[in-house]
């Protein structure tokens, strides 16, 4: 077991070189050239007032693994740009202020796993967060138990959803592995959306997935724009169901979140060189 703890480490330590090495300096490059031709195109007059409205200036930002300092920020984003953005959190009214001690302590439960990547900006400040875990066979199971545990009806609610996403796809006997690399949150802080920030940290963590061993790698999406970063990330899409098709005893919806969010879907990939 201990040896088996060294060589995860190891792997880690050596994502991380990876990772500083080769990923931080083109992203900063990359968001560097394309803020300079903007503002020499915007110098040429070459913008009209509504392009200006549809357009943000491209920010210089890095991606890194996160340290365990960084956990109350990270947490502090989410509170700030993820509950009040996800589709399903928002349908099942679940905001920062609903976000109990039960939801809260789930979350940091993925940031122990020591796979989360931030995009940072030059001045450290959070832009983007990709918290990524182990997903596991019998993680469904844990879900529904939580679930029966929460005393909160929302939060069971989502729980139960989540659950249900976890085990459905039956991923695990599909790729015959009992241990999958999962991106389990993605979100961009609201100023510093379609820059790139989110396809940025979906492509990173598949590499860093590879690189640490991991034969497949998976995304659940339950809004629209994320299944479109894991498509455009190269990950096929394995199982999908309408959100009118999760409901109650009742046969009424649980969640109807607003268009064009109609679907969860989940979508997965075999690493390549794992």
Not at 120 to 147: P, Y
């Amino acid at each position: 077991m201990f040896r088996q703890l060294k060589i995860t480490r190891d792997k880690l330590s050596y994502a991380s070189e990876f990772l500083k090495k080769n990923f931080l300096y083109s992203l900063q490059s990359e968001s560097i050239a394309e803020a300079t031709k903007w503002n020499q195109k915007r110098g040429q007059g070459m913008f009209t007032i509504s392009f200006l409205t549809k357009q943000s200036i491209p920010r210089p930002f890095s991606i890194r693994l996160a340290k365990l300092q960084d956990e109350p920020h990270i947490m502090h984003f989410i509170r700030e740009n993820f509950y009040d953005e996800e589709p399903l959190l928002k349908s099942l009214n679940i905001t920062k202020s609903v976000a109990n001690p039960c939801l809260e302590s789930y979350l940091c439960n993925h940031l122990k796993s020591g796979f989360t990547l931030i995009a940072v900006e030059q001045d450290n400040r959070i832009v983007g967060i990709s918290i990524n875990q182990r997903n596991c066979a019998w993680d469904g199971d844990k879900l529904r138990e939580q679930a029966d545990r929460v005393q909160c009806d929302p939060l069971r609610k989502l729980f139960y959803i989540w659950s249900i996403v976890s085990t459905e796809p039956r991923l695990h006997q599909k790729f015959r592995t009992s241990c999958i690399f999962e991106i389990a949150i993605l979100a961009t802080a609201r100023e510093a959306q379609r820059q790139g920030i989110g396809y940025q940290l979906t492509v990173h963590s598949l590499r860093l997935a590879r690189d640490l061993g991991f034969e497949v790698a998976r995304m659940d999406c339950t809004n629209e724009y994320s299944s479109r970063l894991a498509q455009r990330a190269g990950m096929e899409c394995m199982w999908s169901v309408p959100y009118k098709h999760l409901v109650d005893s009742a046969k009424k919806p649980v969640v109807k979140p607003d268009e064009p969010h109609t679907h969860i879907r989940v979508h997965a990939t075999k690493l390549k060189g794992a």
